[in-house]
C-alpha cells in the first residue's frame, strides 16, 4: 500500500495532481479542499493517500491532511458511499464540519454538498457516529460550523444563477488572482466576472 507521496508539484488540477516522485510521476486523485492547499507547480508537496485497486484499473487519492484521509476511508464503509462521493463532501466541508454534522445529526450541512440526497445524509449519520467518535484525529473540534470563504462564494454565485461547475471554477481563477486568502465581498466580485 502507498501511505503517501513525497515529491515535486508537476501538475495541478480541480480534481488531480501529478507528483514527480524521483523521477516517477504518480496521478493522484484528490478533493477540491486538497486542491485549494497545493503549493504553486514545482513546488514540493507531501500527499497522504489511498490506495484503491478495482478489477480493471489501480487509482491513488490524495489529501493534504491526514484527517482528510481518515474521513474518506471512513466514509467508504457506508453502504452506497463511494470514492466519488466522499471526496464530493471533502470537497464542500472540512473535516471539522463534517465531524460537527455527524456529531450533531444535522443532516443540514451533509444536504449542503450537491447530488447528496436526504436519505444517503441520514445514512450516513447513522452509520459514522460511533466511528467518527472513537478516532483520534489531528485537529480538535472547534464547536462550530464555518464555512470556508471559497465555498461561500460558490454558494453565492449559484444563488445568482450559476452552475456548480462555473462557480466553482470561476473562484478558482479569481483565487490565482487574489490569494488564497482574499475577503469574501473581493471574492465575489472578480468571480462573477469570470461566471
Do not use: W
Not at 502507498?2 to 484528490?30: R, T
Not at 490524495?62 to 481518515?70: A, C, K, W, Y
Amino acid at each position: 500500500m502507498i501511505s503517501f507521496v513525497n515529491g515535486i508539484l508537476e501538475h495541478k488540477e480541480a480534481n488531480q495532481a501529478v507528483i514527480d516522485v524521483g523521477g516517477v510521476g504518480y496521478e493522484v486523485i484528490i478533493p477540491l479542499s486538497t486542491y485549494e492547499r497545493l503549493p504553486p507547480v514545482g513546488e514540493p508537496v507531501k500527499l497522504h493517500t489511498h490506495y484503491l485497486p478495482r478489477d480493471d484499473e489501480i487509482r491513488l487519492y490524495g489529501f493534504i491532511s491526514l484527517d482528510e484521509r481518515t474521513l474518506f476511508r471512513t466514509m467508504l464503509t457506508v453502504k452506497g458511499v463511494g470514492p466519488g462521493t466522499a471526496l464530493n463532501i471533502l470537497s464542500r466541508l472540512t473535516p471539522n464540519q463534517f465531524r460537527l454534522a455527524i456529531n450533531q445529526n444535522n443532516v443540514d450541512v451533509l444536504r449542503r454538498v450537491p447530488r447528496l440526497g436526504k436519505e444517503t445524509a441520514q445514512l450516513i449519520i447513522v452509520q459514522l457516529k460511533k466511528k467518527i467518535q472513537s478516532i483520534d484525529f489531528v485537529e480538535q473540534l472547534d464547536g462550530e460550523i464555518s464555512q470556508p470563504v471559497s465555498m461561500e462564494v460558490v454558494q453565492t454565485l449559484i444563488r445568482m444563477g450559476a452552475t456548480q461547475d462555473a462557480a466553482e471554477k470561476a473562484v478558482r481563477q479569481a483565487q490565482k488572482v487574489l490569494g488564497e486568502n482574499a475577503q469574501l465581498e473581493a471574492l465575489i466580485q472578480l468571480a462573477l466576472r469570470y461566471v
